[in-house]
């Protein structure tokens, strides 16, 4: 019953909310969605050397974002050539606070016949009098999961200070 209700208050609320409809000369109704590019980070890297050709591809972006509040999002590959390696892929996902400079991220990868890596992040701005001088408390843990046993987990915390003239910021 209780569930019944959570639905129905749901359903009445997303029927009270203004929708932007917009009719063509067809008759044909379109809702209209407000569109925002979101800034993607793209990366990618060949090296060659004496263990083979190692090509790497990455890209991490804002998934969501409201206020001050966003979701960041990624995914990575890399492959070596000459040995012929494995496929090796990844993702991520955080969250930004902007005004505190606070920033969560889990991620995982995973190397076929090995084994999958798991991390967890997380930081912080404690105290940023100027754009040049910043301390802040960091802190995360990771762990492999292997085919041979799971390693145990290792974990790291500090502060870092960092002072000097920001030649892009002005």
Same mark, same amino acid.
């Given at each position: 019953?209780?569930?019944y209700?959570?639905f129905?208050?749901?359903?009445?609320?997303?029927?009270?909310?203004?929708?932007?409809?917009?009719?063509?000369?067809?008759?044909?109704?379109?809702y209209l969605?407000p569109?925002q590019?979101?800034?993607?980070?793209t990366?990618?890297?060949?090296?060659?050397?004496?263990?083979g050709?190692?090509v790497q591809?990455?890209q991490?972006?804002?998934?969501?974002?409201?206020?001050?509040? =966003?979701?960041? *999002? !990624?995914?990575h590959?890399s492959?070596n050539?000459n040995? @012929?390696g494995?496929?090796?892929?990844?993702?991520?996902?955080?969250?930004?606070?902007i005004p505190?400079d606070t920033n969560i991220?889990?991620?995982?990868?995973?190397i076929?016949?090995w084994?999958?890596q798991?991390?967890?992040k997380?930081?912080?701005?404690?105290?940023?009098?100027?754009?040049?001088?910043?301390? =802040?408390a960091? *802190? !995360?843990?990771?762990?492999?999961?292997t085919k041979?046993? @799971?390693?145990?987990?290792?974990?790291?915390?500090?502060?870092?200070f960092?002072h000097?003239?920001n030649?892009?910021?002005?």
């Amino acid at each position: 019953m209780k569930s019944y209700l959570v639905f129905v208050a749901f359903l009445a609320w997303a029927s009270a909310l203004p929708l932007d409809i917009f009719e063509d000369d067809d008759g044909q109704q379109f809702y209209l969605v407000p569109m925002q590019r979101q800034k993607r980070d793209t990366t990618w890297d060949v090296a060659k050397g004496p263990g083979g050709t190692n090509v790497q591809l990455g890209q991490e972006g804002t998934i969501w974002a409201k206020g001050n509040h =966003e979701i960041i *999002g !990624g995914g990575h590959a890399s492959k070596n050539f000459n040995p @012929n390696g494995p496929l090796v892929g990844g993702g991520s996902i955080g969250y930004h606070h902007i005004p505190t400079d606070t920033n969560i991220k889990a991620s995982a990868t995973h190397i076929p016949n090995w084994g999958t890596q798991a991390d967890i992040k997380a930081s912080r701005t404690l105290w940023a009098p100027d754009r040049n001088t910043k301390l =802040e408390a960091f *802190g !995360g843990a990771s762990q492999s999961f292997t085919k041979w046993g @799971n390693t145990r987990p290792e974990a790291n915390v500090g502060l870092q200070f960092t002072h000097g003239h920001n030649m892009f910021g002005g």
